[in-house]
């Protein structure tokens, strides 16, 4: 038994060792694909064609000095990075492997929960900082992210009705002849730009608006308090894109194609920061409560009788 529980440990540390390397390579191929798209290099100096670049970031950042904020509240100021972080690395218990991890039979409702707490960290950050930039940053990128859970929840459930499981392993069942993605053409479209909406990316980054926020809710945070902020984004950005290919492109396989196929939905997040302008954030609301809110809901309803027909 206490060798089943090492193994599982160690799993776990392995797979969050991975995403931290995941998640360093992911914004070296940002700054690479935002460079081209704007026609110049990117990073190039450092390593062969700039791929030390992630390393000397994160070791310029953590050996910076911190900042000791006089009007802060300042235990949550220090911990809410700290606590989003460990959040951000929790949530890929999720990821179905076959072998030597955590099962989890109720995984979607584990999601749900904890991307719900990544709430509270956002807005403990912004208001512990005490500064008005960063209250205002919070509490735009809370009102995002609670009205992109609602429209979330009910696009999955469309995907739950037809599986009839919270199981993630059996998205891969289910899809062994056809895909999701062909089943739930809208819906998968609905999905993406959530997703968009759910992780604060362009065009729907309000809570970082530099234009009129001055960078949002981690505007007073430098060095590791930075740095943990921007580590749990862009893990939830690779955490999302594998949710995407799990519901939508074939469910979990162990093979090179599942993490192809995640890294060109991560590719897709970068592309879309290229090329689109910052959205209106009524119309964000707009998008949300008038438009993805009935959509979902009357797809979950044709679902629910086509599941029913087919029963």
């Not at 862009?234 to 949710?243: K, R, T």
Request: aromatic share 20%.
């Amino acid at each position: 038994m206490m060798i089943e529980k090492f193994n599982i440990i160690l799993g776990l540390l392995i797979l969050f060792i991975g995403v931290l390397v995941g998640v360093a390579f992911l914004t070296l191929l940002e700054r690479k694909v935002l460079g081209y798209i704007q026609i110049r290099k990117g990073p190039n100096k450092i390593g062969f064609m700039g791929i030390l670049q992630p390393f000397s970031d994160g070791i310029k950042l953590f050996s910076k000095e911190q900042t000791y904020l006089n009007y802060s509240n300042y235990l949550y100021y220090y911990y809410s990075p700290v606590i989003g972080f460990f959040l951000s690395l929790i949530i890929w218990m999720l990821i179905p492997y076959y072998f030597n991890i955590i099962m989890f039979n109720l995984g979607v409702l584990f999601f749900f929960c904890c991307t719900s707490v990544g709430v509270y960290i956002l807005l403990m950050a912004g208001w512990s900082s005490n500064s008005n930039y960063s209250m205002l940053g919070g509490l735009r990128a809370v009102a995002q992210t609670i009205s992109y859970e609602v429209s979330l929840a009910l696009i999955f459930g469309s995907s739950l009705i037809l599986i009839m499981d919270f199981n993630m392993l059996s998205l891969s069942i289910f899809q062994e002849n056809i895909w999701f993605l062909f089943l739930m053409f809208p819906l998968s479209l609905c999905m993406f730009s959530s997703m968009l909406a759910e992780t604060n990316r362009t065009p729907f980054d309000f809570a970082e608006g530099e234009s009129e926020l001055v960078s949002g809710f981690n505007v007073e945070y430098s060095s590791g308090g930075f740095a943990l902020i921007f580590l749990a984004e862009y893990s939830s950005i690779l955490f999302m894109s594998m949710m995407f290919v799990l519901l939508y492109m074939g469910g979990y396989s162990l093979n090179l194609g599942f993490y192809l196929k995640l890294s060109f939905i991560s590719f897709l997040f970068i592309w879309v920061r290229g090329t689109l302008p910052r959205y209106r954030y009524d119309k964000l609301m707009y998008l949300c409560w008038k438009v993805y809110l009935p959509i979902s809901l009357n797809m979950m309803i044709l679902y629910l009788g086509l599941k029913m027909f087919i029963i």
